[in-house]
């Protein structure tokens, strides 16, 4: 057995971390080693367990309602971006900051460029997020349902790590956090459970951590949560991460962005560098500034999302389910009688695929992207017939 | 002075490690810790020395000879591509291993899919490929000059490294690399050297090592390098990393790949999954496609550019220097009596930018890029002047 003291993750003992990460993970080893000891070279490869990613059908024709996909178009501002955009500069190297998008989107919030940090997606963001700012040796601390990736940044970075059980009705206590760490990441609205917390509790959880980076995630936040910019003046410990996946409906550009005081944010960028100089490409840095300068496509789209999350909560709430009040583009479910796992492989067999967490504490909930109001009534209809059967 | 355990890179003892890393440093620490000790948050920012990125000037009208960019805009292909996109499609999550361009790869070098990693830039590439590969006590290896990422991403990543001299000539000797390791790297043609080596050298570093992971950068070998493409099937332990930043002009879009055997590209998903899902965005992976598609036009640009350094390469001979044969597209220069920052300097107040770096052994040498015929022939006319002065 070789040690674990260079460039690879430490075997965390994940029973003292809750099971946060377990459920994230295939038990076996990706790599088994070789006996033959001509083949050292096996013995230096990274030991990583592989994360499970959401099941990607391979088919055309079927309903996804499983990754939290926006269901419309960006602004057609985008597409016109991206129709006349010039190819001829891409023999150039891009903007090492992504600083015209990271500009636009200061003014955007009414912060300076230098509060802005824009990444490769919000999961590069945060990855940066844990590698510039969680160096304690104690643990940094999130609650026990959240983001499925927080844990394996942590596993990939050597951050100790402590989660903290939600409530009953999976609500995060903010007086929970109040407890010695090297860091607190709470998303906002969390994950899966889509509810949002409000400012109040925020600022509780940020008085309670004055000594400590806290991160709020807060990725579904347009969609109806609280967020927590008006507190950036306020608390210089405090860093916001958002991402143009959802809301924006650009999972396919990747673009994620943070705000914080301008010497975390120089901190973020210097983790990138260290990295890789040029992680947004010119195309991403054109179209994500089309996407923030239509700002009335944006709120229509939002607005839209949120009229059919009412449709799909009302519905689902006939036919027997318990449904929390969501804040987010997807809602986060229980039925009464039938378990969530049935229900899951039920929905494939009619082409719709939702997504189910074999995760202790949440085995019985489905988490459903809110879709179209054509996907929801399709859905609506087929969970309708399964439950009069 | 706290301890450096854990997701920070340790204070490697750089007096050890020749001084490859030294010139890419600023000396100054990036923070200063302040004496507040309300201020607990800022101990655990990373302490990362930034790195110094080649100039950018802030004006338009300039020549830019200190990149390596090509002075060639993309495949017209890649103009169509981006044209008729739809951007529809980017409210959903791009394939998460860029498979369909990962697939045209492979195609396109006569290998199968499960051979090939695409990633954000080969600098993406090339830190996954540390991190993924690299997990030994022993130092991974490489010359001493060469390119100035590799001590970056060993120091974030905590590798032990020790960098080996390359010969008066600059060129690097494969018996040197006959020694116990953890692994090694070797940029082919060599950066910013721009001097290629032979197979039968590639062959002597692999037969030396066949316990250690051999990575092979080959970011610039289109433009006359010679490729160890045909050793693949016969080394197990060999990657290769390209880019298409250089010979296909599209610094801005940011795409890499590596090649090598399918357990060690397993290796480098698993690396690659365990920081962001989804590094490379729907339309790079189209561009990059429609580039790989169009073999005439790529040729053709290669052709332009050799034959402009071979102008470039006679002229500054012509002028007193001394000039590498170059298998790149940059020459590496060297006046007999002018000061190489001087000239660099000189240049600037020509609006010419090429890269000069100061550090022991090349501090009198130039990198230029090979630009336009005219860009070259103004660059030309410039040296003249100074050197007739």
Request: charged residues 25%; aromatic residues 10%.
């Amino acid at each position: 057995m070789r040690n674990f003291s260079r460039g690879r993750p430490d075997p965390l003992p994940r029973e003292k971390n809750d099971c946060a990460a377990d459920w994230l993970y295939v038990t076996a080893a990706l790599f088994v080693h070789r006996k033959d000891t001509n083949m050292s070279w096996r013995d230096n490869l990274i030991k990583i367990e592989p994360y499970v990613a959401g099941e990607q059908p391979d088919k055309k024709d079927f309903i996804k309602l499983n990754a939290n996909e926006n269901p419309y178009p960006p602004s057609p501002m985008v597409q016109a971006i991206l129709s006349r955009f010039d190819s001829g500069c891409l023999k150039k190297y891009p903007d090492a900051n992504a600083a015209p998008l990271a500009a636009k989107l200061a003014e955007y919030h009414g912060l300076e460029r230098g509060n802005v940090f824009v990444g490769n997606g919000s999961d590069d963001v945060l990855a940066l997020c844990f590698r510039a700012f969680f160096n304690s040796d104690k643990p940094v601390i999130y609650p026990d349902i959240t983001y499925s990736f927080y844990p394996v940044w942590c596993d990939m970075l050597r951050i100790p790590f402590e989660t903290i059980p939600v409530d009953k009705d999976f609500r995060i206590r903010a007086e929970d956090y109040a407890r010695p760490n090297g860091g607190v990441v709470i998303a906002n609205p969390n994950a899966p459970t889509s509810i949002s917390e409000g400012l109040d509790f925020i600022r509780k959880i940020l008085d309670a951590n004055r000594d400590s980076v806290v991160i709020v995630d807060e990725a579904y936040v347009d969609f109806g949560g609280t967020t927590a910019l008006p507190l950036l003046s306020e608390y210089e410990n405090l860093v916001i991460t958002r991402t143009f996946s959802k809301s924006r409906s650009m999972a396919g550009m990747r673009i994620g962005y943070a705000m914080g005081n301008k010497e975390i944010i120089s901190a973020l960028y210097a983790a990138k560098d260290s990295y890789n100089s040029y992680p947004m490409d010119s195309v991403a840095v054109e179209a994500g500034i089309a996407s923030v300068e239509d700002e009335d496509y944006f709120r229509e789209t939002l607005e839209k999302v949120i009229a059919t999350r009412a449709r799909l909560t009302e519905g689902l709430r006939g036919l027997g389910f318990d449904v929390a009040d969501s804040a987010a583009n997807f809602v986060f479910a229980e039925h009464g009688t039938l378990r969530a796992r049935d229900i899951c492989e039920y929905l494939k067999t009619r082409d719709i695929y939702v997504r189910y967490f074999s995760k202790p504490r949440i085995d019985n909930r489905l988490r459903i992207t809110v879709g179209t109001d054509g996907e929801i009534e399709a859905l609506l209809a087929a969970l309708k017939e399964l439950v009069n059967d």
